[in-house]
């Protein structure tokens, strides 16, 4: 019997974990890595999984808040009757407010979890918004704490002097945590695919937890519990919305709002659908299209902390829908 390899996706919202994923899932199938899907995130993890399914992959979501907490449930069911390939690795993208120490004191811990070696961890760094998250810079750091990997995202335009500063906060907040790429962590986990055998403790230990006492998954006390907890909420989205439209609401979100991301058909290209995301407090915006992907109903994702949820929901319903031609065919 050998041990099947799960990997932790760790990365505060929108630092680009399903971006991540989506390169890593086909860098394994060209080493022909065979592996399993589970997305987590909060109200509707579809969104993700949809971007996710034109590899033709089976992606399991679990809605409902951080699989750290209240959704812990869910996820060990999960992950006792998943099938995962013979030789493959487990693949979980965890949603950007989750406790890690938390969630792999659990995996270490429960019987569903036996088949399963320690946990790896990557963490995905936003290098433009590191640590300007106020009151939630601390959660960005503890996400860092348990990586047995890291990966800077969203590189472009920084100067060097900042990369360098940052490299050095990462490697003080996990001397043993390995900087890597796509590529770089694919080979690994092939590696660690071909390799895994009856001791958890052949795959790496995340950096902190050899000395963490585990704690029963019950016992949690960090960010979901005070005034800081995230919340989320759904918000309507027309069937097919003009660009400009959609993005004039996301600018004008109240300031608690901290990630929005959805699903759309954009009237400017209806035949192909598109997931976008905004992200603040820059307040940037962008759009994805997948191609392949049908059947895409649209809906957003509003994520925060005290969301005025009956302000957003009117801005979302005064939307208008856009009109099509009547030569327009929509799948």
Known sequence: MSRIPIVLIAGFLGAGKTTFLHALMGALKERQVGF???VNDFENAEIDAARLRDLDVEVQSIN???????SLNDFMLTLGTIDVPRGGVLLVEANGASDFITLIAAITMRGECRRFTSPIQVTL????????????????????????????THTDGVKNPRLAGIRAALKMLTPRGIETSVDAFADFLRLQAATARFAAAEAPKPALFENITAEPAHEHHHHHDDERAFTSMRVPVPFVVQRQDLERVLRHLPDEV???KGLCRLAELPQIPFSFQHVRP??????????????????GVVIGVGLPESSIHALFE???????APAVKVC
Request: proline share 5%; glycine share 6%; net charge positive.
């Open 125 to 152: 760094i936003d290098i433009v918004r590191w640590q300007k998250r106020r009151q939630h810079n601390k959660l960005e750091q503890e996400q860092v704490k348990t990586a047995t990997h890291w990966m800077l």
């Open 36 to 38: 399993s899907v589970v």
């Open 318 to 324: 005064a939307m208008p829908s856009a009109e099509l």
């Open 258 to 260: 901290l990630r929005v």
């Open 282 to 299: 820059e307040g940037e915006t962008w759009f994805l299209p997948m191609i392949g992907t049908l059947g895409v109903i649209p809906s």
């Open 64 to 70: 409902g808040s951080c699989v750290c907490c209240s």
